[in-house]
């Protein structure tokens, strides 16, 4: 089965930028999607498979962008002017749409973003 | 923006038992645009049923799912040592942002 895998987490400053990757497998759209410390999941963006669309989370419009390489298997969220609402792991997960049902079938096991002064 | 809300919050069954979560939506939804993950701390979410009811690849058969409409239910009919984590209903319907209940935790009594 295919697998994910992200990177690139950390600790920053409030304000300060951090890039997530994650690498992938097939030509599928992906999300993102949070998990902040005792709470549950939310969803933060999505890119469809060859990169044109992308849809963002409100509370995170402005501040991040998802993209992908395809030629490098690879998704990224550029995550700018950090907040320390958004210290959470961050998993990658791949969309998929099966006879007009939708759900995200595989994901990565989270990369942890600490925000903090 | 559908909201889900699931219940209990917190489960505690040993295993063996029978245990039954619910999801409910805040206005109707399709069933094919309701599904259910399990997870644990520190792994990747696991997709368990989509559509409400159709099992994912590799699930085994004591996860079933059921309802229409507004409310839905994942029943697991005899719990593993391995089935208690937190469970999360998942509402999208290809229009975004796609939304997760609040969880219920399926906890060793």
């Known amino acids: 089965q295919a697998q994910l895998e992200e990177s690139g987490g950390g600790a920053v400053q409030p304000g300060r930028s951090l890039r997530l990757s994650c690498a992938t497998s097939?030509?599928?759209?992906m999300h993102w999607v949070r998990q902040a410390p005792g709470k549950g999941l939310e969803w933060v963006a999505f890119?469809?498979?060859?990169?044109?669309?992308?849809t963002y989370a409100d509370f995170v419009k402005g501040r991040f962008t998802i993209s992908r390489d395809n030629s490098k298997n690879t998704l990224y969220l550029e995550m700018n002017n950090l907040r320390t609402e958004d210290t959470a792991v961050y998993f990658c997960?791949?969309?998929?749409?099966?006879?007009?049902?939708?759900?995200?079938?595989?994901w990565g096991q989270g990369t942890l973003v600490t925000v903090s002064s | 923006e559908i909201v889900l809300t699931q219940s209990p919050d917190t489960l505690s069954l040993s295993p063996g038992e029978r245990a039954t979560l619910s999801c409910r939506a805040s206005?109707?939804?399709?069933?094919?645009?309701l599904n259910w993950y399990h997870h644990k701390p520190g792994q990747a979410p696991r997709l368990l049923l989509y559509g409400a009811s159709s099992r994912a690849t590799g699930i085994p058969d004591r996860f079933s799912g059921s309802g229409s409409g507004t409310d839905f239910t994942l029943t697991i009919s005899r719990l593993e040592p391995e089935d208690f984590a937190v469970y999360y209903c998942q509402h999208y319907d290809s229009s975004l942002p796609l939304t997760f209940g609040g969880g219920t935790k399926v906890e060793i009594k």
């Open positions: 097939g030509f599928y759209g």
């Open positions: 997960a791949r969309d998929i749409w099966n006879r007009g049902k939708y759900y995200t079938d595989i």
């Open positions: 890119i469809e498979n060859g990169g044109g669309r992308k």
């Open positions: 206005q109707s939804i399709s069933s094919n645009h």
